[in-house]
Structure formats: C-alpha cells, structure tokens
C-alpha cells in the first residue's frame, strides 16, 4: 500500500508539474497578447489624440470662415444697396441724356430750319446800335445754350457709362465674394465630417481594442491566480508524498510493512487518527489547509480540514463553520466524514496524493 501511495504521489506530482507547464504557457502567451493590444489601444490612443486636434483646427478654421462669410455677408448687402442706387442714378442719367438728346435734336432742326444771319447781314438789316448790340447778344446765348446742350450730352452720356461699367463691377465682385465664401464654408464642412467620421471610427476602434485588453488581462489574472493554485496543490502533493516516504515503521521480518492500515488511514468514527494527531491522513491535511485553521474560502470551506458549511452540519458540527469549532469538535467531524476511508471522496486532495 505504500508503495502504490508513493507511485501514486509522484504521478500527481508529475502530472501537476505539466498541468503547472501548460498553464504558463498560457499565461505567457496571454501577457504577449495584452502587451501586443496594449500597444494597439496606446497608438490608437495617439492617432485619436492627434484627429481630435486636427478636428479642433478644422472647426476654428470653419468658425473663421463663417466669420468672415457674415462679414462678407454685411459687404455684400452694402454692395447691394450700392448697386440699387447706381442702378436709379444710372436711370436717372439715362433720362437726362434722354432730354439732353431730344434737346439738342431739337435746336438742330431749328437751325436747319431757321438759319441764323450772317454777322454782315445783321449789321445791314440792324435799325441803329443798339438793335445790333441785341441781336449780337441773342446769337451769342443762342450758340452758348447749344454748347451747353452739347455738354450736359456728353457729360450724361459718360456718366452713364461709367455708371453702368461701376455697376457691372458691383455685380461681378458681389458673385465672386459669394461664390469663393460659399466654396470654403463647403470644403471646410465636408473637412470637418470626414475627419469627425474617422475620429469616430478610430474611438470605436479603440473601445473595442479596450474591451480585448481588459478581457485578457482578465484571462491572466485568472492564470495567474490558477498557477498559484497549481503551484500550491505541487507542494502539498509533494511534501504529502514525502510524507507517505518517511512515516512508514521499519519493516523487519514477518511483521507488517505498511503504515496505511486501515487504523491509520481513518480508524473509527469519533476518534483521531491518521499521523500527527490528524483526523484523517496528514498528507490530506497538509494539501488541503496546510495544517492551518483557514477562513471559508470561496466556496465556503473552513477549518483544518475544509470542511464545507451544509456538510460540517450534517455531521454533527456545532456553529455556523468548521473554523469557528474547536480542534477536537473538528478532529471528530472529520473522522465522522472520513468513515475509516470510505469518505476519501469529500476531499479534492485524497485524490491528488494518491489516497482513495
């Protein structure tokens, strides 16, 4: 019996030992996987930081833009006012060149049709001089009106096209302020949506990178915490096999070999047995609880010989936990579970040294 409890321990060991191998396999290719995404979130990190900035730069420029559209807007609208009032002048020149041509249409035809006297003819004709002075004096103003009619015609006349080339200007520089406006406002918009579209796409990006990341430091954590464990159930697995090894009586001839008889491994309910004053085989006690009196562990299990709450009550125990219970009320509820081997099952570790 011995020798198959040592055999068996050591095949624990060995097949913990690869269990312990895999796990840090695992855990190492785990961690270069969070290091790899960790570098991914840190550069997405980067890529969003610097778009936000570019963002933030293509908006100032659209807010400028707009600026200077509603600046552009108020030129505009005071083009405009220019441009009505060039329009009524120019209407109100063209009417004076109008009348001004009509004018002067109309002394033309009454010199056509009226010839003015010589200067010889009026000094015959002239009844004395001071007729003459009249006369002189009339044809003087007549001529001074025409000249005057000549002038307010050509005077309109460039007038009304200087008005007329001003308010096609206006109008031309009014359409390209609004036009070259309009093409930056667009552009910048349309700037503005792509970047804040990618902007978009990389902080989903990286959210999900996130969410990887945290789901593999988690994995590790756990591998962590399972290597611990491995690592725990090796060393427990190990000093029980030597344990097994070394608590063994010499053997001389014809007397018995083995110190795992049923006595030993158990006894009777109600007493304590085992090595070292233990209830049940020390090897079991030393991977279980490591010889210690241990609060309830996750699953509920306390005491020296982790006992779980619904069982330490079906076995008699007294109080709400194993821990809480005295060594002895312990020592007797886990000879009661033991059962002189038959309740090896109730302990994870009977199985892992080798004792079943």
């Not at 409890?5 to 060991?13: C, D, E, L, R």
């Not at 790899?36 to 908006?59: C, D, E, M």
């Not at 996130?210 to 611990?228: D, P």
Request: glycine share 8%; net charge neutral.
């Amino acid at each position: 019996m011995l020798g198959l409890s040592v055999s068996a321990s050591a095949s624990n060991v060995s097949q913990l030992q690869s269990k312990l191998g895999s796990t840090q396999s695992q855990l190492s290719s785990t961690q270069s996987h969070e290091q790899s995404l960790s570098q991914k979130v840190k550069s997405l990190n980067s890529q969003v930081s610097g778009l936000a900035g570019q963002v933030s730069l293509v908006q100032s420029r659209e807010a400028a833009a707009r600026a200077t559209l509603g600046q552009e807007d108020a030129q505009l609208g005071q083009a405009r006012v220019e441009v009505a009032d060039e329009r009524v002048r120019l209407a109100h020149l063209r009417k004076i060149l109008h009348l001004a041509r009509r004018a002067l249409a109309s002394e033309l035809v009454s010199e056509y049709e009226q010839p003015q006297e010589s200067f010889v003819s009026l000094l015959v004709n002239a009844g004395g001089f001071q007729q003459l002075l009249d006369q002189i004096q009339y044809m003087s103003s007549t001529k001074q009106h025409e000249q005057t009619i000549v002038i307010i015609t050509r005077r309109a006349q460039a007038e009304t096209v200087a008005a007329s080339k001003r308010l096609l200007a206006l109008e031309a520089a009014d359409q390209r302020a609004a036009d070259a406006t309009a093409t930056q406002t667009s552009a910048l918009e349309g700037m503005s949506s792509l970047l804040s579209s990618r902007e978009l796409a990389l902080a989903d990006e990286r959210s999900a990178q996130a969410t990887a990341l945290a789901a593999t430091q988690a994995k590790g954590a756990e591998l962590t915490e399972a290597i611990a464990t491995i690592q725990k159930q090796e060393a427990a697995a190990k000093a029980a096999a030597q344990a097994v090894a070394t608590t063994a009586p010499s053997s001389t001839p014809g007397s018995p070999t083995s110190s795992t008889s049923p006595g030993a491994l158990g006894g009777t309910p109600g007493q304590t047995t085992g090595t070292d004053g233990w209830a049940i085989p020390y090897a079991i006690v030393l991977c279980e609880s490591g010889g210690q009196n241990l609060p309830p562990n996750g699953a509920g299990a306390s005491g020296y010989y982790q006992i779980e709450p619904a069982t330490w009550k079906d076995f008699g125990g007294t109080g709400p936990a194993a821990y809480l219970a005295s060594k002895a009320e312990q020592d007797a509820v886990a000879a009661k579970i033991w059962n002189g081997g038959a309740g090896a099952s109730n302990w994870t570790c009977a199985r892992i040294v080798g004792i079943t």
